[in-house]
């Protein structure tokens, strides 16, 4: 018996236009027209502008920072320009250790209870039934998150300050209030930290599958458990990644503590500023350059933990 099925045969159409006789149709072609091709270096001559971006903008800055921390000021009696290490040394002594310490704790309180308030927020802007309440959230965030500098600080001295508005009409001052303190200042940098956490947190929160939530539910665990041992394991890296750019965000911030408290707190960025304006000491400029870079190192420290970190929650929420 033979198993072979038998060899279909074309119909006279079909012949006739495979034999390329009347209404047959041309092959289409295997490879590519030189339309479609691409050109290997095409793609890497369209980043050149933003990388010509950020070689004048962040690369010549961090060089020169780099090269200031380890020289000379100008006006030394060599004329300046002579390589040494004291300027990296006196950044970490007396007032300026104690301005970068200052700005270490207050960029990480304010990171930290931005983060922990900010997840809730998004969490009940992602769930809401109510698109437009989502749309006005974000947007709002948005605005908010830009919002800095000499105005933020006019708006809180006259709502919060000694004679402010709320200030007067609950005697917040009898109750030990006082604006121009740490805690003060942490106010308002939450304020915008706030709103920042909430626009960086919200797309991992969307990547958040109903799937794993009817998983959990179906296994007997309630809301408490499942954020518990699968959501926020997931998030941690995303979450880690907020409480990062909420620490450069405040521990970057000048112009709204300068208008606000100027140096009464102890911060390095305002350091920086008086080092360089000589406002203090005269020919503090190289200093000031260590400074920046005890601040570049402090971010690397930061961020080398966070990057690991990503990589691991990518693959969860991919």
């Not at 490879?31 to 971006?53: K, Q, V």
């Not at 004329?79 to 250790?97: E, K």
């Not at 989502?134 to 830009?146: F, K, P």
């Not at 450069?248 to 707190?265: E, K, L, R, W």
């Amino acid at each position: 018996m033979n198993d072979t099925a038998p060899t279909p045969v074309p119909s006279p159409a079909a012949a006739e236009t495979l034999s390329g006789g009347p209404g047959a149709v041309a092959a289409t072609p295997a490879t590519p027209t030189g339309r479609a091709r691409r050109r290997p270096g095409g793609a890497w001559l369209a980043t050149l502008p933003l990388f010509a971006f950020f070689l004048v903008g962040f690369g010549l800055p961090a060089l020169a920072i780099v090269l200031g921390a380890f020289t000379t000021s100008s006006d030394a009696p060599d004329g300046g320009g002579a390589f040494t290490t004291a300027n990296l040394t006196h950044s970490l002594q007396g007032a300026y250790a104690t301005s970068l310490w200052g700005s270490v704790k207050l960029s990480a309180l304010t990171a930290l209870i931005g983060t922990a308030l900010g997840l809730p927020l998004a969490q009940a802007v992602v769930t809401s039934r109510f698109r437009a309440l989502r749309e006005v959230v974000l947007a709002g965030s948005g605005v908010l998150a830009n919002f800095g500098g000499v105005p933020l600080a006019f708006m809180f001295v006259a709502t919060l300050g000694n004679s402010g508005e709320v200030t007067k009409q609950f005697s917040l001052t009898s109750h030990g209030w006082s604006l121009y303190t740490f805690t003060g200042l942490s106010v308002v940098y939450l304020y915008f930290l706030i709103p920042l956490m909430i626009l960086t947190i919200t797309p991992a929160l969307d990547g958040l599958r109903v799937q794993w939530r009817e998983a959990a539910a179906n296994n007997g665990a309630t809301t408490v458990q499942y954020w518990r041992h699968v959501a926020l394991p997931i998030l941690l890296p995303s979450l880690l990644g907020g409480f990062v750019l909420l620490f450069g965000s405040a521990f970057a911030a000048y112009a709204t503590a300068d208008a606000m408290v100027g140096s009464s707190i102890p911060l390095v960025s305002l350091q920086i500023a008086d080092a360089l304006s000589g406002n203090v000491l005269v020919g503090q400029g190289n200093v000031a350059m260590a400074l920046g870079l005890d601040m570049i190192v402090v971010a690397c420290l930061v961020m080398a933990v966070y990057l690991p970190l990503q990589r691991r929650s990518a693959k969860w929420l991919s």
